[in-house]
Structure formats: structure tokens, C-alpha cells
């Protein structure tokens, strides 16, 4: 299901309209739905892993062996928290980097494919011009971000090192691909 708000639908001309139904087609062509579906299965996966492995680090082996423990085994022990620790708090943000760089390239993808569809790329970068100012939503969050056709956070977004969470490309970059792939430059 494609859903266009009705600020789109009176703010776009119909060529513009054509690029951006195009490109969400598009989406759907490419099965980016279901590959997010995917990935964020694998990314709660890795949570639900590094769940497990604190849960054994913290509660696990501590039965009669481990008071015969002698002091060498005490050290691999306490590495291996310190890694278990590690790998629980850097495995999310890693798996939300990846998702997000994938969707970025999803986009392009996107855009690409739907400038094939409407065989006008010049009406998406239009409508990506306009829509570039118009983008900020009070509602938006960045578990929401997605489903929107700009990042819908804006430039106020209080997120540090806020490019590697993007769910879209910048912009620019995406009207510059699409005037390529009009003047065939």
C-alpha cells in the first residue's frame, strides 16, 4: 500500500507526482519491504544474543566448579565479561548503522528504478527540490523516519553523528544522481 499525505498530493505537479508514485513503486518492485523486514529481524536477533550471553556472564557457571577456579581461569573469566559487556552495548548501534546504511542505498535504488518506471527522472528531482524544504514533521521520530520520502527529522535533529542514522541519502546527492540520469551525463 502506497499512502500520500495531502500536503503532497496539492503541493506536486502531476510529473512531479508521476516521479515520486514511481519511486515508491518502486520500493515495492525492488522487495525493500520485505529485505527491512529481514534485517530487522536479524538486527533483534543480535540484541536477543547479546541478551543471552550477559545473562550467561552474569548468572551462569557459578556453580561448585567455579570455586575450584584457580587465579588464571579467574582472568579468561573476567575477559570474557568485559567482552560480553562490550559486544552487548556496541551490537546495536553497529546493527542500526548497517540497517541504515542499506536503507540509504535502498533509496538510491529507489530512485533509480523509478526514474526507469516513469522514464522521467526529472519529475522526482523536482518534486524532491520541493519537498526538500517542506520536510520537517513535529510527529516524525527516527523509528518513523523511513516511511517518509526525505528525512522527515530536518537539520534540527538532536542525534549525534546524525548521517550515520539517516534512513535516506541526502538530497542533493539524490537530484544530483537523477539530473545524471536526465542529461545522460
Known amino acids: 500500500m502506497i499512502v500520500f499525505t495531502?500536503?503532497?498530493?496539492?503541493?506536486?505537479?502531476?510529473?512531479?507526482?508521476?516521479?515520486?508514485?514511481?519511486?515508491?513503486?518502486?520500493?515495492?518492485?525492488?522487495?525493500?519491504?520485505?529485505?527491512?523486514?529481514?534485517?530487522?529481524?536479524?538486527?533483534?536477533?543480535?540484541?536477543?544474543?547479546?541478551?543471552?550471553?550477559?545473562?550467561?556472564?552474569?548468572?551462569?557457571?557459578?556453580?561448585?566448579?567455579?570455586?575450584?577456579?584457580?587465579?588464571?581461569?579467574?582472568?579468561?573469566?573476567?575477559?570474557?565479561?568485559?567482552?560480553?559487556?562490550?559486544?552487548?552495548l556496541i551490537s546495536p548501534i553497529v546493527a542500526g548503522i548497517i540497517r541504515m546504511a542499506l536503507s540509504r542505498n535502498r533509496e538510491y535504488l529507489a530512485d533509480s528504478t523509478g526514474a526507469l518506471i516513469s522514464r522521467y527522472p526529472a519529475g522526482l528531482a523536482s518534486a524532491l527540490r520541493k519537498i526538500k524544504g517542506k520536510s520537517e514533521v513535529r510527529s516524525a521520530n527516527s523509528a518513523t523516519a523511513h516511511l517518509f520520502i526525505n528525512n522527515p527529522l530536518g537539520k534540527n535533529s538532536r542525534v549525534m553523528f546524525k548521517s550515520l542514522f539517516n534512513s535516506h541519502p541526502p538530497v542533493e546527492d539524490r537530484i544530483k544522481r537523477l539530473n545524471e540520469m536526465s542529461f545522460g551525463t
Open 6 to 88: 495531502k500536503g503532497i498530493l496539492d503541493g506536486l505537479d502531476d510529473q512531479e507526482l508521476k516521479g515520486v508514485i514511481s519511486h515508491e513503486l518502486a520500493h515495492i518492485k525492488n522487495y525493500d519491504i520485505l529485505l527491512g523486514t529481514i534485517i530487522v529481524v536479524l538486527v533483534g536477533m543480535i540484541s536477543i544474543i547479546a541478551n543471552i550471553m550477559a545473562r550467561l556472564m552474569f548468572f551462569g557457571g557459578r556453580g561448585k566448579q567455579s570455586k575450584k577456579v584457580s587465579g588464571s581461569g579467574g582472568k579468561f573469566t573476567l575477559i570474557l565479561l568485559i567482552i560480553g559487556i562490550v559486544f552487548i
